[in-house]
């Protein structure tokens, strides 16, 4: 039986482990709430990765040629197979991935915002590459350091491809900018749609976001919303001029004396109704996966009953 | 590296780096394309370039549309896993595709529908996009409709089982190109005929439903076999010029491992006839089913937008 001293002495342990930066590992204990709290962060940022397959996968059967189908197809390949190193590091914590997605299903766990919004045109797919992977890398990047164990070196791979994918994003728009009129009108118009949604993903402001202070003492966030958003907004300028496109916000402006871009606020109504399901698409993205998961209900029945019969058989044997 | 440099995941954007973006730089130039420099290579002396180049698209059609189709399921799988597989073979087959398409064109250049002047689209795009429905060389099986993932694995395990033990006689074809693309096509397809053949045996032998739901989807497709193993006047030809394979002389190979396959699962092998054409003209002839129209309609229609779009 473990008594109160027993927990109070290894409290201490695991503050001094988060304090020194190293990794909190499966097998450790760890405080209840702890490792709540890193289920929820993993399993949120799985079913982003999930949820994440769709704009972009819906575009596959549409890609205008063949080098950019099998970039779209092996990219949403990834985002899967990033859900599954994600759900293995939170299935470390004692949860499994049948229960995770029961959760996603029934709204008890969410996933990012940002596959809230419709993917409209093939120029889609290059600003979701180019600022919605690069906000995610922007939030994923301080991850990699991030105290759970698993979850950190997880992040590490995910971070390479995500990296990957938001250059290849920037590439197909590059190669569009270089095309006719109407791929450059395409551009823009998708960059105008994306501008703001991308701000959003850093969060709500510091002074609005309930589980920054708890989660930056325990190390599981290393940055806030608003230093995140600012550090995005400045790398994503340059890059917007030598693209050729401009960012739909008047504020926008190099600020000298604070060294950093002065920008407008995202509609944070929309942000929380979007949040609380009311954006485009969440009925649909969640209906979708439904709709997929029982699908493939007898194929995973079938799969089970065939394990347990070559169990059986062998033991006979 | 420091903690700074770590949390900038854009450092190197804007510099030229030709690391990325599968060997192009960041500015995507066609007559770089690796796919494109591959395909060039001389044809054998005395070899027809009409025949041959009908061949290479047949080929290539087959995996263009199977990919198209097995692509559907990306988002949609039953789990993660498999997922993740058919992705895989679709990009396999995509691959396929595209270096088949574009040796039909180097070989034949008058083989890809003409557009606007100074338009960038490269030769394997002008077909793959701009074909009209009767102008695809596929056999039937590839493009239906995609039905549940025993009708995927059973046209998987069918498709691929035919085309491995084609591929592994294409490696000693006269041209340079086909052989180069079957003996590596050959190991992609060993795999995807593994991995089809151990579903189909899981489904066999899973539950009533499964089992149920493979039969159902073998005995919808076997029509559609006899379509793969019957000799085409394209395939006569080819294989008289030494560039192709009879896919008669196929059954020797194939019949076994479907065999094998079917006796696992102990499912019998199908008396079912063959599905017949109009007028005798199948796929090989550009005569199809009423889906194909559907699917071009659909993976054509970006493309056809912009026909001197630069992608």
Known sequence: ?317 | MTHDEADNPYAGLLVDDAHWAFGAGQEFRPDEDPVATAVVAPVPEGVDRTAAAAYCLMLGDDALVLAQRLSEWCGRAPDLEEDIALSNIALDLLGQARLLLARAAAIDPTLPPPLPDGSPVPPEDRLAFFREESGFRNVRMVELPVGDFAETITRILLFSTWRLALFERLAASRDSVLAALAAKGARELAYHREFAARWFVTLAGGTQESRRRLLAALGGLWPLWHELVETHPIEVEAAAQGIGVDPGSLVVDVEPVLEQVFATAQVEWPSIGALAGVRGRKGRDGCHTEALSRMLAEMQVVARAHPRGLW
């Open chain 1, 1 to 317: 039986m473990t008594t109160t001293v027993d927990e109070q002495e290894l409290a201490a342990r695991f503050d001094e482990t988060v304090a020194r930066r190293d990794r909190i590992e499966p097998r450790d204990w760890m405080p209840e709430a702890y490792r709540s709290t890193v289920i929820r962060q993993v399993a949120q940022h799985a079913h982003s990765e999930v949820i994440g397959m769709q704009p972009e996968g819906a575009w596959v059967g549409r890609a205008p040629s063949l080098r950019r189908k099998a970039i779209l197809l092996a990219k949403v390949q990834d985002e899967a197979g990033h859900g599954l190193y994600l759900y293995s590091a939170a299935e470390t914590l004692g949860i499994s991935r049948q229960e995770m997605t029961q959760r996603l299903l029934t709204g008890r766990q969410k996933y990012s915002s940002i596959f809230n919004y419709p993917a409209l045109s093939y120029a889609d797919v290059g600003t979701i590459g180019w600022l919605v992977d690069g906000a995610a890398i922007c939030n994923q990047v301080p991850l990699c350091r991030t105290s759970y164990g698993p979850y950190g070196r997880a992040m590490i791979r995910i971070c390479k491809e995500e990296s990957f994918h938001q250059r290849q994003g920037y590439e197909l728009l590059l190669t569009m900018m270089r095309g006719t009129d109407e791929q450059r009108a395409m551009v823009q118009e998708s960059v105008n749609r994306f501008w703001w949604p991308a701000l959003m993903m850093f969060g709500p402001p510091d002074a609005d976001s309930s589980n920054t202070a708890q989660s930056m003492a325990w190390g599981i966030k290393t940055h806030t919303n608003d230093e995140l958003r600012q550090k995005f907004v400045d790398m994503s300028v340059p890059q917007a001029e030598a693209l050729g496109v401009t960012f739909p916000d008047p504020e926008l402006g190099w600020n000298e004396e604070r060294g950093h871009y002065d920008f407008g606020q995202p509609d944070w109504e929309e942000f929380w109704a979007v949040v609380k399901g009311n954006g485009p698409c969440n009925t649909q993205r969640i209906a979708h996966r439904q709709r997929a998961w029982d699908d493939g209900a007898w194929v995973r029945e079938a799969s089970s009953a065939w394990a347990v019969r070559q169990q059986k058989e062998a033991c006979h044997e």
